[in-house]
């Protein structure tokens, strides 16, 4: 988090009001706007913390905010300590707390020895926009209360942003999924980053998720989850970036494209290259038609680059796939309620059969991609390579970047979706 101060405004102040409010502040609003009242309320928080209040996000006080940003805090046994003591303490519960510490034994507590203590609410927020930032948060959250998910990074960005992937089972079966090739789909990052943590939940606690069982899931798949393909674009569509030099230049190339509002029209990469137009399926194809609508030079959208894997985004997709062995994949996009399955004439085992039960599952309708969209998307270029089932699931309908008021209705349709995923090919033994 940056040092904020009344006046200021954007995704950080929202962040600072998420954490407000999660430390017990209800009142505040998620606008994004340090006004008043988000000072009365940080300059209290600092006071109750030991702080001068002084209304400024300084570095002590940001110190103080972070454990309502990621989730968790630590704790050094005292004597007297118990996990439902410590439950007490911290609001939260010894089930979560159990999670958190594998190899912990609560009835042989050691005084000095260290705890995860998970706070008593979820680390992904699903009410604000989602910049890298708040995955970066949320990435360290999952990994510190779930310590059976995996985390890494498969590349980074332009920027120099980390890629995240994020890996939960231990079963044979390798399965992907990815969101936010295109910055202002951004919404589709917290669909599947609130999907982790909901299985993780479900796994820990012995229950099911979309109705099957967490543990089923676990034991038959590694999932594995890039949840950002493109943080700097979603930087700036979230107006987490807006300024400097990257700021500058996707300016610059945005004046090629008058007719896409700067930035919330932005679907490429910072140096508007569209990622999901990168793959080398049919991409000689894609620039042809590209061209001829008028996209011949960065831009917003729908420039295929100069060459296929020319960005470091998508070849860090692309060599992350080479190096594992996926059965099936679903790349998130919006808008429009649709699964597409289907690359020109490749037809892999039970891909249709699949997508009708993905449909069924989600109310979503099962089309072929349209013509003029058919090439060097990454859903493209694992059919073609692997001949397996891959999906793109376009979610919510409206207009680019959907409003997080859709977010509710979106995660409800893909849950059971997105849980299946998991294990239905080994399931069809495919």
């Excluded at 680019?400 to 299946?420: C, H, K, S, T, V």
Aim: proline share 6%; aromatic share 12%; with cysteine.
């Amino acid at each position: 988090m940056e040092t904020l101060a009344i006046g200021a405004r954007g995704p950080q102040v929202e962040l600072l009001q998420l954490a407000l409010i999660r430390a017990g502040f209800s009142t505040i609003g998620m606008d994004g706007i340090f006004g008043q009242q988000t000072l009365s309320a940080l300059q209290e928080f600092q006071t109750i913390s030991g702080l001068p209040p002084t209304g400024v996000t300084d570095t002590e006080t940001r110190r103080a905010i972070l454990p309502y940003l990621t989730g968790y805090r630590t704790h050094t046994i005292r004597a007297g300590d118990t996990f439902f003591s410590l439950a007490r303490i911290y609001g939260t519960t010894t089930e979560a707390i159990t999670a958190a510490n594998p190899g912990v034994s609560p009835s042989v507590l050691q005084i000095g020895q260290t705890l995860t203590i998970p706070l008593g609410f979820d680390v992904v927020p699903t009410n604000i926009r989602f910049s890298s930032t708040v995955l970066d948060y949320c990435v360290q959250g999952l990994a510190a209360r779930y310590p059976f998910i995996s985390t890494d990074m498969i590349g980074k960005s332009i920027i120099g942003k980390s890629l995240h992937v994020l890996s939960i089972g231990t079963g044979g079966s390798e399965i992907f999924y990815n969101a936010s090739h295109h910055a202002n789909e951004w919404l589709t990052t917290p669909v599947l980053m609130h999907f982790l943590e909901n299985y993780a939940k479900s796994f820990a606690s012995g229950t099911a998720i979309g109705g099957i069982s967490a543990a089923e899931m676990y034991e038959t798949a590694t999932l594995y989850l890039v949840p950002m393909v493109d943080p700097d674009g979603v930087d700036l569509v979230t107006e987490e970036l807006t300024s400097g030099v990257f700021y500058d230049y996707a300016y610059m190339l945005a004046e090629n494209y008058p007719q896409y509002p700067f930035p919330y029209a932005w679907k490429a990469n910072i140096r508007g290259v569209d990622l999901n137009l990168q793959y080398p399926a049919g991409w000689e194809d894609a620039r042809e038609i590209k061209f001829d609508q008028g996209f011949t030079l960065p831009g917003p959208r729908d420039f295929v680059g100069r060459r296929p894997l020319s960005e470091p985004e998508s070849f860090a997709v692309y060599q992350f796939t080479r190096n594992h062995d996926f059965q099936l994949t679903m790349s998130y996009h919006s808008q429009g309620e649709v699964i597409y399955w289907k690359y020109r004439d490749y037809l892999p085992p039970n891909s249709f059969e699949i997508a009708m039960e993905f449909a069924r599952l989600s109310g979503y309708l099962v089309e072929e991609t349209p013509y003029a969209s058919g090439n060097a998307g990454y859903k493209d270029w694992f059919i073609q390579d692997y001949n397996r089932p891959g999906y793109t699931i376009e979610v919510g309908r409206g207009v680019n970047p959907l409003p997080i008021g859709q977010f509710d209705r979106i995660y409800r349709n893909n849950e059971a979706m997105l849980a299946l995923g998991t294990v239905i090919t080994s399931r069809l033994g495919a």
